[in-house]
């Protein structure tokens, strides 16, 4: 615990204290006016709730976080002050979502309890770990590989980089992003940096609720759908460093591949991927962050996600 000598007082006046810092292990209220006691450097100087709400826009509140302790400035972060758009980049999965019939069954989702009948409202959802946005833990190619519960968590928070090919795979839906989208790109928006989570926009998404055109099997019975060439893949292990790889289609290899590179080349090299993302129109090509929230369960290989873009 932080003794009394190092505690100082914001005081908030008479009007009833905001939520910042209220959940924090160092900050106790005390007083009749909800005076703030914040464990922290006793000489920074006394900051009033109008004093903090004076400032205004993004640099304002960060120049206001400053004079906080960091706990409590990360705390205020994550209470909105530092206010920003969040993007979802998930699919909502119900029982018609288009799913990779060769492979896996159709989601199932059943009514246990009602609310009139029972007092409360259950379901029982059975599904395969790779329908809807889901992601790919390297034991889905790897034997021995980490499942879905051995992943390291600092990896499903990352920089996104979104490199776009929507236009060409309008005319093509066998195309692949290459090195060269890749080397375009950061001629454009940066290198893209280590540790990154990069995402390919080929505009797939839209196709979701068309019938038959996500998964887009022709007569012939083959898939077409764009994805990671195998050289990208090598790339962005071996030159870039990244953490993980997404696609707004079924799978991270283009459909008509002859053989899985991309997985090949990722999974074994320790990344995730994460499969069926929506909303890549809606984020910028660079300078979010993407989070990942994972199941965690015991041998996984995969599992639905809910992706989040922060910007």
């Not at 889901?134 to 990352?158: F, K, R, S, W």
């Not at 998404?205 to 012939?220: H, K, T, Y």
Request: net charge negative.
């Amino acid at each position: 615990m932080c003794g009394p000598e190092t505690m100082r007082q914001i005081d908030y006046g008479a009007s009833p204290p905001p939520p910042l810092g209220a959940g924090h292990p160092h900050v106790r209220r005390t007083g009749p006016h909800g005076t703030l006691q914040v464990a922290g450097d006793p000489g920074r100087r006394r900051m009033s709730r109008r004093h903090l709400f004076r400032y205004s826009g993004a640099a304002g509140a960060a120049a206001a976080l400053s004079l906080l302790p960091a706990g409590v400035a990360a705390h205020a972060e994550t209470r909105g002050l530092l206010a920003g758009t969040v993007a979802d980049l998930t699919h909502t999965l119900g029982p018609d979502f288009p799913y990779f019939h060769p492979t896996m069954d159709r989601p199932l989702f059943e009514d246990t309890h009602s609310v009139d009948a029972d007092g409360f409202f259950s379901r029982n959802v059975t599904l395969g770990e790779h329908v809807g946005t889901h992601i790919d833990a390297p034991a889905h190619y790897v034997e021995g590989g980490a499942t879905i519960e051995q992943m390291p968590v600092e990896n499903l928070v990352a920089p996104l980089c979104v490199v776009r090919i929507a236009e060409r795979a309008a005319e093509d839906p066998d195309t692949t992003l290459t090195v060269r989208d890749i080397r375009a790109y950061e001629r454009r928006h940066g290198r893209i940096p280590e540790g990154a989570f990069v995402a390919m926009d080929s505009g797939w998404s839209a196709r979701v609720d068309v019938p038959g055109a996500f998964i887009n099997e022709g007569e012939d019975g083959l898939f077409h759908w764009p994805g990671f060439s195998g050289e990208a893949a090598a790339f962005l292990v071996e030159e870039r460093s990244i953490v993980g790889a997404g696609v707004d289609t079924t799978g991270l290899d283009a459909a008509v591949a002859e053989s899985p590179d991309a997985h090949q080349i990722l999974l074994p090299a320790g990344l995730y991927l994460v499969e069926c993302l929506n909303n890549l129109h809606a984020v910028p090509a660079a300078g979010a962050t993407v989070v990942v929230g994972a199941p965690k369960y015991t041998g996984g290989s995969g599992g639905q996600v809910r992706v989040l873009a922060c910007h």
